[in-house]
């Protein structure tokens, strides 16, 4: 299983970019994956979730700003993130895995980093 994100860089207060996560090495549309987010001395938080019935979950302090999507055909995962802040500056990594848990309790673990085993390199996203 691999997952390649790009998209990131620095961005100005206010700016619109989207992140991508291609995905290969296994059958994308089984999995619930997502986008999670590191700031130096934090630790890795859940920012947005899609399950493979496009269920989305996403962290209070992005809802209503980012919007997470997936292209099955593409295999590639995004988050449009909008009205960027200097507070959404961070690493941000996207995710999968196919458990159980997802299908029972999508909206109460999806954000859980420890619930996922398949990791990208991550990308970062630095506002100003």
């Known amino acids: 299983v691999q997952l390649v994100e790009s998209g990131g860089g620095s961005v100005q207060a206010g700016g619109s970019p989207t992140l991508s996560c291609t995905a290969s090495?296994?059958?994308?549309?089984?999995?619930?994956m997502g986008w999670f987010r590191q700031a130096p001395g934090k630790k890795r938080v859940g920012v947005a979730t899609?399950?493979?019935?496009?269920?989305?979950n996403y962290a209070d302090s992005v809802k209503g700003r980012f919007t997470i999507s997936k292209d099955y055909d593409k295999r590639t995962l995004y988050l449009q993130m909008n009205a960027l802040t200097p507070e959404d500056t961070a690493m941000y990594y996207c995710?999968?895995?196919?458990?159980?848990?997802?299908?029972?309790?999508?909206?109460?673990?999806?954000?859980?980093?420890?619930?996922?085993?398949?990791w990208g390199q991550g990308t970062q996203v630095t506002v100003s």
């Open positions: 995710a999968a895995d196919r458990r159980k848990s997802f299908a029972q309790s999508f909206y109460t673990v999806s954000l859980g980093a420890t619930f996922y085993r398949y």
């Open positions: 090495g296994y059958t994308s549309d089984r999995y619930c």
């Open positions: 899609i399950d493979k019935d496009g269920h989305t």
